[in-house]
Every structure is written in C-alpha cells, then in structure tokens.
C-alpha cells in the first residue's frame, strides 16, 4: 500500500470531563493488528467500561495496546454535542460520518496522533468504516504506522444487540411470518418506472406512504442503519446475477425508528428481495415479495384473484385505508374518495392477459423468501 499522507499538527491541551459509557465492541471480535506495535484491544479498558464505545455520530473510550499503552478516541462529549472539532487537543476524537466512514483524531499517550483519515489517503484508499456490524479499511499513526480493520480473522466488530423488527410498511402486519410483505405493484405502461415500495414518485395511498420503507425496532439500534449496515439480496429468479435487484439510495432516522430507506428501483416483480440490519439479533430479516395481480396474497396469480377483488369492493374492504395497497392494481391517488373501483378491475385482467404489461402474469407465482 502506498501511503499519500497529510500530517496533522496539534496541540494537546486539557480533556473535557469524560462521559463514558460501556463498550458496545463484541466480546469476541476485538482486536485489530498494527505492524509496528502488535495487537490492540478495542473493547477491554477497564473491563469495558471505558472501552471503545461507537454512538451514531463520534467514538468514544480507549483502545488498549499491550506495546503501546491507552488510545484515547475521544471523551464523549464534543463541544457541539454532535461531532469533535479537531481543531486542537480541547476537542478532539473519531467521528462517524456519510457512509459510516471514520474520520478524526485519537491520542496515544507514548505514540501521539492517530489519523482515522489515513486509510482513505492510502493508494489504494482503504478508508477505515462501519460496513455490516464492523470496522474496516486502515487508520495511520505517524510514530506506529498502520493499524489493520480490514482483516477476515481478527477483526473488531459491534456486538450484537437483541434489537427486533416490531413494524415495517405495508402493511402493519403480515400473515406470511414476521417481517414479510407482499405487495402487488406494477407499473401503468412498459414505458414508466413501475411504482411501489421504495420509489420515491410513488403516490401515498391514503396513511400508507409508498414512498420509502419504514421500519421500527423493539430498542434502539446499535450501529445504527447506514448504507453500509443494510444488506439487501433479491431471490434473482431471472439469472441476471441480482443485476435487477435495487440498491439502497439514502437511510434516515435515530434511536429505534422509524427508519426510512429509500432504494434506486421497486423490488423485480415475482422476487423476494431481503433486508438485514447490523445490530438486530439472529434471523431477523425484512423481506418484500412482489407480484402484481396477487390480490388474495397466495403466491400465485389467475382468475381468482379477479373474484377476490370483486368480493372485496362489494364489501367496501377495498377501499379500508390499510387494504389499498392491496387492492389498488392501477395505483390511483384520490385521497379522501374511492381508490379502488372498476378501472382496478380492469388493470387486473390487463395483467393477466399481458396487455400493458410486461409479461403475462396468469399462473406466475412468486418465489419463496429465504
């Protein structure tokens, strides 16, 4: 690796008062290797107590290096209650930022400065980031040299917290297990981006917002969802190497949720598309399965799904503000009037049949979720 580095000059000047919190590093996965100094311990000081803590904006607590004593991160309490400023020893410390990439400060009380930045400088740039639960890319001391986050061994990792999904839209709730949805989505011609979950032209559909995702956990989540801590996978039943499967565009919201996520296309239609979380506990999953015209949500679309359509605006359910994204084919918006009628009735039949449409769907079924 070939370094292209900007030194740093500061002053170390006094500390703030210290607001320490316990580690949120994983019991197991807690070492990085620096070439020059050897191994250092991100969770133990002082039996993690003051431990490297990482919150959703700065770090705080020491690193312990058995070579090079304590690594000191950042106190917990910037002056802006957001991020360090850096500017002098009076502020300083390692700030999550964009993309969950680490950047700033931290002081070795025998080895000086400490640049998070330093991997990004590198060539090629290896910058040091949050991605899937842990820490990755390289941090650069000027007196140590590099310390490596990038290692498949021994890495450092958050720990995993028993944090669920409670809710996610649409719906609220769902017959096929937790965290599944289905959704009947297509798009009006072949020449128009289909509209549906995650595509922010889509029209709400009452109190239902198509927009973007939303998801809420039982607790706060630690790391919170970024980019970079959301994995998403689609079933790939075309064979296009998940080519058609959509990429996350933006992630917003704090604590526990509602967290809003965006992504650059709907969900491919007859696909299940799969979303993890870092920080919720084992086998939690949100996952979307798409198929337009399944009406009566049995994985498989034909004339009954015309019946169940008929049956539910005879009844008045179509037009229940949490039953139109089900019923709502053509995804008309008249807010506070009847979405659903006949024209849906219409739309349904257009897809069976392939008429404005990009295949026909009688008989397609939809692929099982993972």
Request: net charge negative; with cysteine.
């Amino acid at each position: 690796m070939k370094i292209q580095y900007a030194s740093f000059v500061g002053v170390m000047c006094g500390l703030a008062t210290a607001a320490w919190a316990q580690s949120n590093i994983d019991p197991v996965n807690k070492f990085a290797w620096g070439e020059n100094v050897g191994w250092t311990n991100w969770r133990d000081a002082n039996g993690a107590a003051q431990g490297v803590n990482i919150g959703a904006t700065f770090l705080s607590g020491f690193i312990w290096g058995e070579n090079i004593g304590f690594i000191n991160v950042g106190d917990g309490t910037p002056a802006n209650g957001v991020s360090y400023a850096n500017a002098n020893g009076s502020d300083f410390g390692v700030n999550v930022g964009a993309g969950s990439l680490l950047h700033g400060l931290a002081w070795g009380e025998n080895v000086g400065w400490i640049n998070f930045d330093g991997g990004g400088l590198a060539t090629p740039p290896l910058p040091a980031r949050i991605e899937a639960g842990r820490l990755r890319g390289f941090v650069w001391g000027e007196n140590i040299g590099w310390i490596n986050l990038e290692d498949n061994v021994h890495f450092v990792a958050l720990a995993t917290s028993a944090v669920s999904i409670v809710s996610a839209n649409p719906p609220t709730s769902s017959p096929y297990g937790p965290g599944v949805f289905r959704d009947v989505l297509q798009n009006t011609t072949p020449t128009l981006t289909p509209q549906g979950i995650g595509v922010a032209s889509t029209p709400d559909e009452g109190p239902i917002t198509y927009a973007m995702i939303s998801v809420t956990f039982s607790g706060p989540i630690t790391p919170a969802p970024t980019i970079a801590n959301i994995t998403r996978a689609c079933t790939d039943i075309a064979g296009n190497g998940q080519a058609d499967c959509p990429t996350i565009t933006a992630v917003s919201g704090s604590g526990a949720g509602p967290y809003l996520i965006s992504l650059s296309a709907p969900p491919p239609p007859r696909e299940c598309i799969t979303f993890t979380f870092a920080g919720t506990s084992a086998g939690q999953k949100l996952q979307y399965q798409v198929l337009p015209g399944d009406t009566s949500l049995d994985g498989s679309v034909n004339t009954q799904d015309l019946l169940t359509l008929v049956q539910r605006l005879n009844d008045g359910m179509a037009n229940l503000p949490a039953n139109r994204a089900r019923y709502n084919i053509n995804r008309s918006n008249e807010p506070g009037g009847v979405v659903v009628n006949t024209q849906d009735l219409l739309r349904l039949v257009q897809l069976l049949n392939g008429a404005s449409a990009t295949q026909v769907f009688n008989g397609a079924t939809v692929a099982a979720c993972p």
